[in-house]
Structure formats: C-alpha cells, structure tokens
C-alpha cells in the first residue's frame, strides 16, 4: 500500500481540549509534513519537520518525529470548531515523492 | 508560499468524452510534479510523477492509456482523462517541486479538480 497508517481514523472532541493524531510510515524519509483538508476542498500545508528533527511547533501545533520507530504526532492545543477537517501527514522518500496516509477525520463540538 | 494554480476546480462532462486538468506553478519553475487522485473520505494516492521534458513515472496500477500526463514546460503539466467513465469521478489534486532530487523544502499544491463523469 502507498499509504501510512493514520491512528485514530475518526476523533470527536470538545471545543478547548487537545486533539492528538498519530502517524505511522514504511519506509526511510527526507522529512514529513502534517496538511490540514476541509471538506471537499484542497490541501493547506500545517508543518513540516526534517528527518534530523524531533519536535516543531508552529502556533497551537506541535508535531513530533521519531525516526526509529518510524512514527510521527501531530498535536493541536485548545482546539476549535473551526478545527475541524481531516488531516493527513505526508512523507517525502528519498526517490522524491511525497506518500500520504490514510488521514484522521477531526470533529470538533462547539 | 510558491503557488501552484490547478484549473478548473470543477468539471461535468459525459461518459466517453475526455477531460483536461492543467496545474501551473505560479512563481517558480517545477521541475517535477505530482499528480493525485482522491476518492470521498479517503486519503490521496499518488497517480504518477511527471518530469519536465520526459514521460511521466506511473504508480502500480494505474492505466497509462487512461490518464495521460504531459508536462511540457517548467510551468505546467496536464492530466488528460481520456474516455472518462462514472468510476473516474473523482478529485485530483497536482503538486509542485522546485527542483530534482530530494529536498528538504514542502510540495506546493494546487487547489483540486472535482470531476463529474455523468
């Protein structure tokens, strides 16, 4: 499968908790990068953290990368209804391209 | 951010006819890109590669004959679905990369083609 696996597929939570989301992939990797898709529409970029990095933050997202287990978290702190959308992370391989997972629907309740 | 620009974002066509998607990088000029195919509540599966100047790397299972890509300048590269069907419905996504090789910079995507085959 080109596809990662994504943990938790689905995740509905209140509005102020944190939302975490779990990626796992296959192979060795140049860097990965965590994109954010509402509904029907295109893909925003979020983060993106190199092979030699262990932990990024950008505003209220924390991402985190561990090689050796091949695994990557991507956390959202004090979420919103407006967080709500599906994200994917994406490795980028060595041969170049970007693979992505299979993505966590988030639901955030207001 | 580099732009990537995708047109058009939808399209309705009739089975057996076929349909052109173009992306363009706006800023910058894309020696590879990438293009995707989305199904409803799914992730998005890499199609193909396409280099500048050369034919295009297809993923496993996926008809070359069907979905022909051509990448003629540094700027755009164009996916034609060719006798489109109701199973080709689909959302494609392209992207966009600056240069060859691997890189620690992001791919830049366009904003997706729904298409409707009736």
């Known amino acids: 499968s080109q596809q990662g696996e994504e943990d938790p597929q689905a995740l509905s939570i209140q509005e102020g908790e944190n939302a975490t989301m779990n990626c796992s992939y296959k192979t060795s990797i140049n860097n990965l990068q965590w994109y954010r898709q509402n509904s029907g529409r295109g893909l925003v970029h979020l983060i993106l953290i190199r092979s030699n990095e262990r932990e990024k933050h950008s505003g209220r997202l924390r991402v985190t990368l561990d090689t050796s287990k091949k695994s990557s978290s991507l956390l959202i702190t004090a979420s919103r209804a407006a967080d709500t959308a599906s994200y994917f992370c994406a490795t980028d391989a060595w041969g170049f391209k970007t693979i992505f997972g299979a993505g966590t629907r988030l639901f955030v309740k207001a | 951010g580099a732009v990537v620009s995708q047109h058009p974002s939808r399209v309705i066509c009739k089975s057996g006819t076929s349909v052109k998607i173009e992306c363009r990088s706006l800023?910058?000029?894309?020696?590879?890109m990438f293009w995707y195919r989305q199904f409803p509540k799914k992730s998005l599966m890499l199609m193909a590669t396409?280099?500048?100047?050369?034919?295009?790397?297809?993923e496993q299972g996926v008809e070359k004959d069907k979905f022909l890509i051509n990448h003629a300048s540094l700027t755009l590269s164009t996916l034609t679905v060719t006798s489109a069907h109701p199973e080709d419905s689909s959302f494609y996504i392209c992207?966009?990369?600056?240069?060859?090789?691997?890189?620690?910079?992001?791919?830049?995507f366009g904003q997706g083609t729904r298409l409707t085959v009736v």
């Open positions: 800023d910058f000029q894309a020696t590879t």
């Open positions: 992207s966009a990369r600056a240069g060859r090789g691997p890189l620690n910079t992001e791919a830049f």
């Open positions: 396409s280099n500048e100047g050369s034919k295009a790397t297809y």
